[in-house]
T-cell receptor
Framework: QKEVEQNSGPLSVPEGAIASLNCTYS??????FFWYRQYSGKSPELIMF????GDKEDGRFTAQLNKASQYVSLLIRDSQPSDSATYLC????????????FGRGTSLIVHP | DAMVIQNPRYQVTQFGKPVTLSCSQT?????MYWYQQKSSQAPKLLFH???????NEADTPDNFQSRRPNTSFCFLDIRSPGLGDAAMYLC??????????????FGPGTRLTVL
């Protein structure tokens, strides 16, 4: 089992819909969870982080964490074509590690 | 604005010709990282500096070296680039020790082409 798994996609949603991106992780003691957006040919940009079970909202973005089931998700409400990008999930494991492990990302396409 | 800067943004080199990529930061972060990212793949950590301490990943080829002369700057040296080293090279920084999350901030990347 990979340490951080994401469906590579592409996930295609119509403009205005909710896009749901999922990420599972193998280390049960993982502490911090990050979502990065990466446009084609560009570098990753941090959009959300979460460390407590439950939901965290920031504008159109909501991160959801369920440590018991070892998954973290990112919801994008009112999806726009400009949201089309690859979304990388990163997980900081237990044991004092400060280095996150990245998933390979999910490609999101928002079509008009 | 505080930021992470990488130069050059695009680098073309010849097979076997040494190349140096640079990264600077105004965030005053104590940790600087170098990642290699190829198309449709996760960023792969090559090494990082925690303050002045160099930490190499076990599977990073000897062909890759790094220097951090001061807090603000970090360099990636590729001694003899091969065709397989063509990739996007990402520099990232984080502040470790004072924040719970230690989130990383990335520079814009350097796209390396090897001819």
């Amino acid at each position: 089992q990979k340490e951080v798994e994401q469906n590579s996609g592409p996930l295609s949603v119509p403009e205005g819909a909710i896009a749901s991106l999922n990420c599972t992780y193998s280390d049960r003691g993982s502490q911090s969870f990050f979502w990065y957006r990466q446009y084609s040919g560009k570098s990753p940009e941090l959009i959300m982080f979460i460390y407590s079970n439950g939901d965290k909202e920031d504008g159109r973005f909501t991160a959801q964490l369920n440590k018991a089931s070892q998954y973290v998700s990112l919801l994008i409400r009112d999806s726009q074509p400009s949201d089309s990008a690859t979304y990388l999930c990163a997980v900081r494991k237990s044991g004092g590690s400060y280095i996150p492990t990245f998933g390979r990302g999910t490609s999101l396409i928002v079509h008009p | 604005d505080a930021m992470v800067i990488q130069n050059p943004r695009y680098q073309v080199t010849q097979f076997g010709k040494p190349v140096t990529l640079s990264c600077s930061q105004t965030l005053n972060h104590n940790v600087m990282y170098w990642y290699q990212q190829k198309s449709s793949q996760a960023p792969k950590l090559l090494f990082h500096y925690y303050d002045k301490d160099f930490n190499n990943e076990a599977d990073t080829p000897d062909n890759f070296q790094s220097r951090r002369p001061n807090t603000s700057f970090c360099f990636l040296d590729i001694r003899s680039p091969g065709l397989g080293d063509a990739a996007m090279y990402l520099c990232a920084t984080s502040r470790v020790g004072q924040q719970r999350y230690n989130e990383q901030f990335f520079g814009p990347g350097t796209r390396l082409t090897v001819l």
